[in-house]
């Protein structure tokens, strides 16, 4: 058994039996295993979980226009291959911190971008054995695959096209304003969906809930959908979560819904 706190970007989480998953070609799934990436998005539960499959599976290759990777691999790493390989269409995912698994469950996307504009197919394992999927089967809408099958994401297959020299100074741009816009700190990146297209930190700000704290963890007063934590306690990063929506309804009769995945009991 170990704490799950190390595996995830906001840092909580209790214990688990983990497997670190470095080489998925052997790979079994049961079917109860819960599978994460680099644990940018999840809320894990401080009663922790069972088994947990943590893909560190890293690993690309390019043909052509098209690049096959493994699902571990991060995003940045791939966002980079591609610039250097001279491809666009993968120069949003330079500053998302996660896996390309976990960037294809929750069709990852910024400035404009997002991972179901180039992705043609991939590899997931089931309990009854491998399935490859592809990008129309997965049914992509916003920072959602509805298709996909309950699995392992193991690899994936992008469509990219020919770049140019813009494709590094996008990938300039898009860091220096991510420096400028988000916080520093632990955190899972938006905690709420946008609605209608506005950004959940907009109704938050304007419930006048930046800086709101529970326990530890509070509303980052750089960028109200970010939530900072500086403790160890999912429960309070879930109270704080809770609170927020019964706040912003209250002040601006919007309801929020979450973008991070809660795992585990709450
Ligand atoms: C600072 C910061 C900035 C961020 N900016 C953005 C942004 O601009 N745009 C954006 O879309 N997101 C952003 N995120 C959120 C996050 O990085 C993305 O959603 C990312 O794609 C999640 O990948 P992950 O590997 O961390 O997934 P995890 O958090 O590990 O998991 C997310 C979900 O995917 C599942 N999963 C993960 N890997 C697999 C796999 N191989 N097979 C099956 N299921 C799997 C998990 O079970 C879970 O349901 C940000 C996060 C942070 C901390």
Redesign the pocket.
Known sequence: MSRLVGF???RVGGEAETVIVKDASALKFRGDE?????????LISDKGLGKVLI?RNVGASVRGNLITAE??TP?PLLSRIAAESGLSGLEWAC?????L??????????YGG?ISDVLVSAD?LTSRGRVTVSAKELDPTY?KMRGLPH????SATLALTAGSLEVKNLMRLYAEK?RAS?PSGH????TFRKIGGVSAGYFIEKAGLKGYAVGKAHVSEKHANFIINDGDSASDIRALIDIIKLKVYAACGERLTEEV?Y?GEF
């Open positions: 995830t970007t906001v819960v599978v994460i990436g680099r644990g940018s998005k999840v893909m699902s571990g995003l500053g998302i911190p996660g896996s698994g976990g960037g294809i469950v929750m069709n990852a996307g910024a997002e997931v920072r699995g392992v994401i193991l991510r988000q955190n899972f990146g938006s995945i795992l």
